[in-house]
């Protein structure tokens, strides 16, 4: 048989013939036939070998056209003797193509064979694949039946049989087949055949999900890229393929991947990168689906292989003016990782050093984009690169700047990660681990005026340095000037060296290393060759300071001339100041303490610089704790608890202020200031628990002092969570009441009487913290030290009001916790009282007299004889006091003054004036006697309270 087989592009085309010699299918046999035909290919196949197929294609054909409707059983018995047929032609194949002296017939009859098996068993797979993805039928199960699922054939798995074929179609792909063409190049229909049916199966979730599917497609692909010049029509299949499918945004990255570094084919990124480059940014904002997967795909592109797509970057670079904000988010994030991956190390060269700038440029000015998700979105980026330590130091105070701005912006979720940014910023400084603006400040001012102190003495020096290059300049010069006016005698010869002016310099060599050959020319007298190389390194650095300042060649030539001479003159003595000074600092000891100085001063002066900043951004942030937002609040809680860590100096305000979001509604918020707390004040990381124990008790201790009433309420509530949650243990409890009994040596009372609240907040949550202690309150609290400190009789009344708290479960009544009449508890604190009243000295007289009579009204058995003996003990201390007030006063009035006062008021008659002062009036009250009537009235209504207390108690109870 003499034809040709012709790869059709779709199965009509193997009816009809176009031609000459070209096969046809002769007939389509009925679907009823294709059992007998199944059984004539299996015979024939068994006597002819692969071969077979040349003869019985028309059944395998009608086949194919009847495949949906076929039984499921006849339908696997065909595609087994399909794939043995072609198994077994790939194990014949390498010794057919290895025969040096086929002829033209043979040839064509083996490509034919090729050609038609391959064609059977991509279509067969991409039938099956098809009828494998079909939505699942579910059977309506009739009534006491469950329902029962559609199956083909549960004999048949569809997964293996794939791979069998996948590993087929390798074989075969990996094979010199190129050689059964003439010309030996395979033909793009048998290529798009073979990798069609790649992409077809990629379609399938369930393929990506395959590793060994995923990486039998891989390689048949990149054998097509490699081999038979598929690249273009594989990156636009790719394109197409993420458009429609998005679950292909990783795979197809890997695929790329493995075609780059284990295929070798880096021109298929850039074939990528340019399709991408060149779609309207029209289309990219309505297809939000096909951009947001072409934008993954970059962004994974750029994780996996950075290096190869940083060489294709300007391509998209335009997709940053695009509308769409994915498409920008996509960009941005390509260059956030190749500055990460490829633009970060220590020995970059002035290219990429120059790219690098490039980059981080575009990314700040992103952080004022349009779109609030791009401005988010570089946010992150930023973040990223500062917590890899990708940002350059002399950049970092700028992106503080900008960052500190967007903390007032109007998106949350911009606001949110900006004091990520932040706080990563904190975090990953290159500082110090303590950033306290006081202290940098101080010892950069002290270090800048040791510095200072150490440069006067070298002026002399510099001096005789200029005068030693300027002499050499003068001569150089000279010369100059002869050479310049021999080159511009002859225009065409000007023009020939300048045509030959590019071969001066190395690709890779940067401005300072020209700098310094062009210095070497000069010294060498090559005066020629450095002007040919100046001309040639303004044209590679334009932008660089030392050339700005030459006229274009277009101006005269006289003034060209003086500005190339300037500029070596520039050079000359910036090189010359250069090598003197490498010498100097080789030489001279005191030189090289001079640069460790100014090293050091230019350090402290960005440390200072770093801490203001941040400084400046704990007011906007401690106005985030009172957002609505809980992203806001989350952030500002992380900042302050780093800023904290990391001794900013205005971090504390913000903590206080945390303090009041123990209140808040929102669980999340309550666990992580409590979190926060912790993590602060509560987690030492000694060892030692005694020491832990000290840390703990100094820690909350300096929380507490300087706290407001406000404050102090909401620590209350985070110490009697700690105690719930056993995070204060017995070992702190026994330290605070170490402190307030001052077992401690140097505890001052401040100290003591801080420990003493600290407990009484504790005994919030566990009563028995001061039930079992109480002996030590009255002996420590109320006893000689009480009649000098009345706060300290006021914070022991209000631990002991603790124990008055009577928590009875509804429907229930238990009777209240009460200490009898005669306890030392009432006769210390009506000592106090009484002999304190009079002490006019002491302003805490009154504040410690509620809480005292709130004592003895919810701890004692008979508070109104306690009260009563406490107000006739008063009313004796003020009447006495009276007595002895007014006798004096009466003791110490002149006669005459006496005698006016014994004379009725209807006379009129006034008192001579003196020129002293007269003494205050016997009629006002006073001070006792007001103290007095306050305690009584509190009294009255202390007994109204606990009366109407009690009879609401007993009508619940009954």
């Given at each position: 048989?003499?034809?040709?087989?012709?790869?059709?592009?779709?199965?009509?085309?193997?009816?009809?013939?176009?031609?000459?010699?070209?096969?046809?299918?002769e007939e389509v046999f009925p679907q009823r036939q294709m059992p007998d035909r199944l059984q004539d290919y299996r015979?024939?196949?068994?006597?002819?070998?692969?071969?077979?197929?040349?003869?019985?294609?028309?059944?395998?054909?009608?086949?194919?056209?009847?495949?949906?409707?076929?039984?499921?059983?006849?339908?696997?018995?065909?595609?087994?003797?399909?794939?043995?047929?072609?198994?077994?032609?790939?194990?014949?194949?390498?010794?057919?193509?290895?025969?040096?002296?086929?002829?033209?017939?043979?040839?064509?009859?083996?490509?034919?064979?090729?050609?038609?098996?391959?064609?059977?068993?991509?279509?067969?797979?991409?039938?099956?694949?098809?009828?494998?993805?079909?939505?699942?039928?579910?059977?309506?199960?009739?009534?006491?039946?469950?329902?029962?699922?559609?199956?083909?054939?549960?004999?048949?798995?569809?997964?293996?049989?794939?791979?069998?074929?996948?590993?087929?179609?390798?074989?075969?792909?990996?094979?010199?087949?190129?050689?059964?063409?003439?010309?030996?190049?395979?033909?793009?229909?048998?290529?798009?055949?073979?990798?069609?049916?790649?992409?077809?199966?990629?379609?399938?979730?369930?393929?990506?999900?395959?590793?060994?599917?995923?990486?039998?497609?891989?390689?048949?692909?990149?054998?097509?890229?490699?081999?038979?010049?598929?690249?273009?029509?594989?990156?636009?299949?790719?394109?197409?393929?993420?458009?429609?499918?998005?679950?292909?945004?990783?795979?197809?990255?890997?695929?790329?991947?493995?075609?780059?570094?284990?295929?070798?084919?880096?021109?298929?990124?850039?074939?990528?990168?340019?399709?991408?480059?060149?779609?309207?940014?029209?289309?990219?904002?309505?297809?939000?689906?096909?951009?947001?997967?072409?934008?993954?795909?970059?962004?994974?592109?750029?994780?996996?292989?950075?290096?190869?797509?940083?060489?294709?970057?300007?391509?998209?670079?335009?997709?940053?003016?695009?509308?769409?904000?994915?498409?920008?988010?996509?960009?941005?994030?390509?260059?956030?990782?190749?500055?990460?991956?490829?633009?970060?190390?220590?020995?970059?060269?002035?290219?990429?050093?120059?790219?690098?700038?490039?980059f981080l440029d575009i990314l700040e000015d992103h952080l004022h984009d349009v779109h609030a998700f791009c401005r988010?979105?570089?946010?992150?980026?930023?973040?990223?690169?500062?917590?890899?330590?990708?940002?350059?130091?002399?950049?970092?105070?700028?992106?503080?700047?900008?960052?500190?701005?967007?903390?007032?912006?109007?998106?949350?979720?911009?606001?949110?990660?900006?004091?990520?940014?932040?706080?990563?910023?904190?975090?990953?400084?290159?500082?110090?681990?303590?950033?306290?603006?006081?202290?940098?400040?101080?010892?950069?001012?002290?270090?800048?005026?040791?510095?200072?102190?150490?440069?006067?003495?070298?002026?002399?020096?510099?001096?005789?340095?200029?005068?030693?290059?300027?002499?050499?300049?003068?001569?150089?010069?000279?010369?100059?000037?002869?050479?310049?006016?021999?080159?511009?005698?002859?225009?065409?010869?000007?023009?020939?060296?300048?045509?030959?002016?590019?071969?001066?310099?190395?690709?890779?060599?940067?401005?300072?290393?020209?700098?310094?050959?062009?210095?070497?020319?000069?010294?060498?007298?090559?005066?020629?060759?450095?002007?040919?190389?100046?001309?040639?390194?303004?044209?590679?650095?334009?932008?660089?300071?030392?050339?700005?300042?030459?006229?274009?060649?277009?101006?005269?030539?006289?003034?060209?001339?003086?500005?190339?001479?300037?500029?070596?003159?520039?050079?000359?003595?910036?090189?010359?100041?250069?090598?003197?000074?490498?010498?100097?600092?080789?030489?001279?000891?005191?030189?090289?303490?001079?640069?460790?100085?100014?090293?050091?001063?230019?350090?402290?002066?960005?440390?200072?610089?770093?801490?203001?900043?941040?400084?400046?951004?704990?007011?906007?942030?401690?106005?985030?704790?009172?957002?609505?937002?809980?992203?806001?609040?989350?952030?500002?809680?992380?900042?302050?608890?780093?800023?904290?860590?990391?001794?900013?100096?205005?971090?504390?305000?913000?903590?206080?202020?945390?303090?009041?979001?123990?209140?808040?509604?929102?669980?999340?918020?309550?666990?992580?200031?409590?979190?926060?707390?912790?993590?602060?004040?509560?987690?030492?990381?000694?060892?030692?628990?005694?020491?832990?124990?000290?840390?703990?008790?100094?820690?909350?201790?300096?929380?507490?002092?300087?706290?407001?009433?406000?404050?102090?309420?909401?620590?209350?509530?985070?110490?009697?969570?700690?105690?719930?949650?056993?995070?204060?243990?017995?070992?702190?409890?026994?330290?605070?009441?170490?402190?307030?009994?001052?077992?401690?040596?140097?505890?001052?009372?401040?100290?003591?009487?801080?420990?003493?609240?600290?407990?009484?907040?504790?005994?919030?949550?566990?009563?028995?913290?001061?039930?079992?202690?109480?002996?030590?309150?009255?002996?420590?609290?109320?006893?000689?030290?009480?009649?000098?400190?009345?706060?300290?009789?006021?914070?022991?009344?209000?631990?002991?009001?603790?124990?008055?708290?009577?928590?009875?479960?509804?429907?229930?009544?238990?009777?209240?916790?009460?200490?009898?009449?005669?306890?030392?508890?009432?006769?210390?604190?009506?000592?106090?009282?009484?002999?304190?009243?009079?002490?006019?000295?002491?302003?805490?007289?009154?504040?410690?007299?509620?809480?005292?009579?709130?004592?003895?009204?919810?701890?004692?058995?008979?508070?109104?004889?306690?009260?009563?003996?406490?107000?006739?003990?008063?009313?004796?201390?003020?009447?006495?006091?009276?007595?002895?007030?007014?006798?004096?006063?009466?003791?110490?009035?002149?006669?005459?003054?006496?005698?006016?006062?014994?004379?009725?008021?209807?006379?009129?008659?006034?008192?001579?004036?003196?020129?002293?002062?007269?003494?205050?009036?016997?009629?006002?009250?006073?001070?006792?006697?007001?103290?007095?009537?306050?305690?009584?009235?509190?009294?009255?209504?202390?007994?109204?309270?606990?009366?109407?207390?009690?009879?609401?108690?007993?009508?619940?109870?009954?």
């Amino acid at each position: 048989m003499d034809f040709e087989f012709l790869l059709p592009m779709s199965k009509d085309d193997l009816l009809n013939r176009t031609e000459a010699g070209q096969y046809v299918v002769e007939e389509v046999f009925p679907q009823r036939q294709m059992p007998d035909r199944l059984q004539d290919y299996r015979k024939t196949y068994k006597s002819k070998g692969p071969s077979a197929i040349l003869t019985c294609f028309d059944s395998l054909f009608s086949m194919l056209c009847h495949l949906k409707n076929l039984d499921p059983e006849l339908k696997s018995e065909a595609w087994s003797i399909i794939l043995t047929g072609i198994e077994d032609y790939v194990d014949h194949l390498p010794a057919i193509l290895d025969n040096g002296n086929m002829n033209s017939h043979d040839r064509n009859t083996n490509l034919n064979v090729l050609k038609m098996n391959s064609y059977i068993l991509c279509q067969f797979m991409e039938q099956f694949e098809s009828d494998a993805t079909k939505p699942t039928i579910l059977v309506v199960p009739t009534k006491g039946r469950t329902k029962s699922r559609k199956r083909s054939n549960d004999s048949f798995d569809w997964e293996t049989e794939r791979e069998k074929g996948l590993a087929v179609l390798c074989q075969i792909v990996h094979l010199n087949i190129h050689r059964l063409w003439e010309p030996p190049i395979v033909e793009e229909e048998f290529v798009n055949l073979i990798t069609n049916c790649c992409y077809k199966l990629m379609e399938n979730p369930g393929v990506s999900r395959n590793k060994t599917t995923k990486e039998a497609i891989f390689d048949i692909l990149g054998a097509m890229i490699k081999k038979y010049n598929h690249t273009l029509g594989a990156s636009l299949k790719i394109i197409q393929l993420l458009h429609h499918f998005e679950h292909l945004v990783s795979p197809l990255a890997q695929a790329v991947e493995k075609f780059v570094n284990q295929y070798n084919n880096k021109s298929i990124v850039s074939e990528i990168m340019r399709e991408i480059g060149r779609i309207d940014g029209a289309d990219l904002s309505r297809d939000s689906s096909g951009t947001r997967a072409l934008s993954g795909f970059l962004v994974e592109l750029a994780e996996r292989i950075p290096a190869v797509v940083l060489t294709n970057i300007s391509v998209i670079l335009v997709l940053l003016e695009c509308e769409s904000y994915s498409m920008r988010n996509c960009v941005l994030s390509v260059i956030g990782e190749i500055v990460i991956k490829v633009l970060s190390n220590e020995g970059l060269n002035d290219k990429q050093k120059k790219d690098r700038n490039q980059f981080l440029d575009i990314l700040e000015d992103h952080l004022h984009d349009v779109h609030a998700f791009c401005r988010s979105k570089v946010l992150q980026i930023w973040a990223n690169i500062v917590n890899e330590k990708a940002i350059p130091l002399q950049r970092e105070a700028g992106v503080v700047k900008l960052v500190i701005g967007r903390l007032q912006d109007k998106s949350s979720q911009v606001r949110k990660n900006a004091i990520q940014l932040v706080t990563s910023l904190l975090r990953s400084n290159p500082y110090t681990a303590k950033l306290t603006a006081e202290e940098l400040k101080e010892n950069y001012e002290k270090e800048k005026a040791k510095l200072e102190g150490m440069l006067p003495g070298r002026e002399g020096d510099n001096t005789d340095t200029e005068g030693a290059w300027l002499e050499e300049w003068k001569h150089i010069e000279v010369c100059l000037r002869e050479v310049t006016q021999t080159l511009s005698d002859d225009d065409e010869e000007e023009e020939e060296e300048e045509m030959d002016v590019d071969n001066h310099f190395d690709e890779d060599e940067t401005i300072q290393q020209i700098k310094q050959t062009i210095y070497t020319a000069l010294k060498n007298k090559n005066y020629k060759t450095a002007l040919e190389m100046l001309v040639q390194a303004k044209k590679l650095w334009s932008d660089d300071p030392l050339f700005i300042n030459i006229r274009q060649t277009d101006s005269e030539d006289n003034d060209v001339t003086l500005d190339h001479v300037k500029c070596l003159k520039e050079l000359y003595k910036e090189c010359s100041a250069s090598v003197s000074t490498t010498a100097e600092e080789e030489n001279n000891p005191i030189v090289n303490e001079v640069t460790k100085q100014q090293v050091l001063v230019q350090y402290l002066k960005d440390c200072l610089t770093f801490a203001n900043q941040i400084q400046q951004a704990v007011p906007v942030i401690c106005q985030l704790l009172g957002s609505k937002n809980i992203s806001d609040i989350m952030g500002a809680i992380e900042f302050f608890v780093t800023g904290f860590e990391f001794g900013v100096s205005n971090s504390m305000s913000g903590i206080r202020h945390m303090l009041s979001l123990v209140w808040s509604k929102e669980s999340n918020i309550k666990e992580a200031v409590t979190s926060a707390y912790k993590r602060l004040y509560l987690t030492p990381g000694g060892s030692n628990k005694r020491a832990n124990a000290h840390v703990i008790v100094s820690n909350l201790t300096a929380l507490l002092s300087g706290a407001t009433l406000g404050d102090a309420t909401s620590l209350e509530e985070l110490i009697k969570e700690f105690v719930r949650t056993k995070e204060l243990n017995a070992s702190v409890i026994q330290l605070l009441w170490e402190t307030f009994t001052m077992k401690l040596p140097k505890t001052t009372d401040e100290e003591s009487r801080t420990s003493l609240v600290l407990l009484g907040m504790a005994a919030g949550a566990d009563l028995d913290i001061v039930r079992s202690n109480v002996e030590v309150l009255v002996r420590e609290g109320l006893g000689p030290r009480a009649d000098k400190d009345f706060s300290l009789v006021r914070d022991v009344c209000l631990a002991l009001t603790k124990l008055a708290v009577n928590k009875v479960k509804a429907g229930s009544y238990s009777e209240p916790f009460r200490f009898p009449q005669d306890h030392d508890i009432f006769a210390r604190l009506s000592a106090i009282l009484v002999s304190g009243v009079m002490n006019l000295d002491q302003t805490d007289w009154i504040p410690m007299a509620e809480q005292a009579i709130n004592v003895i009204y919810k701890l004692s058995e008979h508070p109104d004889i306690v009260c009563g003996d406490i107000i006739k003990s008063l009313a004796n201390v003020i009447k006495s006091t009276y007595a002895q007030t007014a006798e004096g006063d009466n003791g110490n009035r002149p006669d005459s003054q006496q005698d006016n006062d014994n004379r009725p008021d209807s006379q009129g008659e006034q008192a001579p004036s003196t020129d002293e002062p007269e003494p205050a009036s016997t009629d006002e009250p006073e001070p006792g006697m007001f103290l007095y009537c306050i305690l009584y009235c509190h009294t009255v209504s202390s007994v109204k309270k606990s009366c109407h207390k009690l009879n609401h108690s007993h009508h619940h109870s009954l």
